[in-house]
């Protein structure tokens, strides 16, 4: 059974980094097809992507975000982190991570979600 | 905006189909994936590659894509199938979400 889950600060500052822990069990990202990445949804709004890491270290980003984004992955630990710099009011929402369907452009397993508030 | 358009709203009977269309000059060369989210809840994948279905999704969700147009289908709605569904694909170095479509059941 695949399971994952977010964790991280509820509330980060404007300009702070935000960095997001995403510990999963299931699976092992030394795995051969594995990927793991970050889905983010502003309240009221759209799933938006940002970030998509696959067992052979190959990363791939939001061009939006590119700049921004960082995701990193340690397989002995099982988990992998998201940090995201330059933090401003409009990245408020809910950051999942999720487990990418091995040889498929899908997503087939989701974490709860955590709820980042960016706020003075 | 986004690059998949959907409606924003879908509105059915219980019982009857509801559709759900995804558009995007040329979708049809690329797979699309179709998610289920209820309110307070994480999405749930209710199709992918077009038209496989998950285990434990109903037989009622299907999906088709060609041309610019790709579609879910839910037959037999019922009212615990209201929700927000998002289509989303993936073209080789990024992904994209369609904006959502809210079906309500009326």
């Known amino acids: 059974q695949i399971t994952l889950k977010e964790s991280g600060p509820t509330l980060v500052k404007p300009t702070q980094t935000l960095t997001l822990t995403c510990t999963f069990s299931?699976?092992?990202?030394?795995?051969?097809?594995?990927?793991v990445g970050w889905i983010r949804q502003p309240p009221g709004k759209a799933l938006e992507w940002l970030t998509l890491?696959?067992?052979?270290?190959?990363?791939y980003y939001s061009p939006s975000l590119k700049s921004r984004l960082t995701i990193t992955k340690d397989t002995s630990k099982n988990l992998m982190v998201l940090t995201m710099t330059h933090m401003d009011p409009v990245d408020t929402g809910t950051y999942y991570c999720?487990?990418?369907?091995?040889?498929?452009?899908?997503?087939?397993?989701w974490g709860q979600g955590t709820q980042i508030t960016v706020a003075s | 905006s986004y690059v998949l358009t959907q409606p924003p709203s879908v509105s059915v009977a219980p019982g009857q189909t509801a559709t759900i269309t995804c558009e995007r000059n040329?979708?049809?060369?690329?797979?699309v994936h179709w998610y289920q989210q209820k309110p307070g809840q994480a999405p749930v994948l209710v199709v992918y590659?077009?038209?496989a279905r998950p285990s434990g999704i109903p037989e009622r969700f299907s999906g088709s894509n060609s041309g610019n147009t790709a579609t879910l289908t839910i037959s037999r709605v019922e009212v615990g199938d209201e929700a927000d569904y998002y289509c989303?694909?993936?073209?080789?170095?990024?992904?994209?979400f369609g904006g959502g479509t809210k079906l309500t059941v009326l």
């Open positions: 989303q694909v993936w073209d080789y170095i990024s992904d994209e």
């Open positions: 040329n979708i049809g060369s690329h797979s």
């Open positions: 590659d077009d038209g």
């Open positions: 299931g699976f092992s990202l030394n795995t051969s097809g594995m990927g």
């Open positions: 890491l696959y067992w052979n270290d190959d990363k």
């Open positions: 999720a487990h990418r369907t091995p040889y498929s452009g899908s997503w087939r397993y």
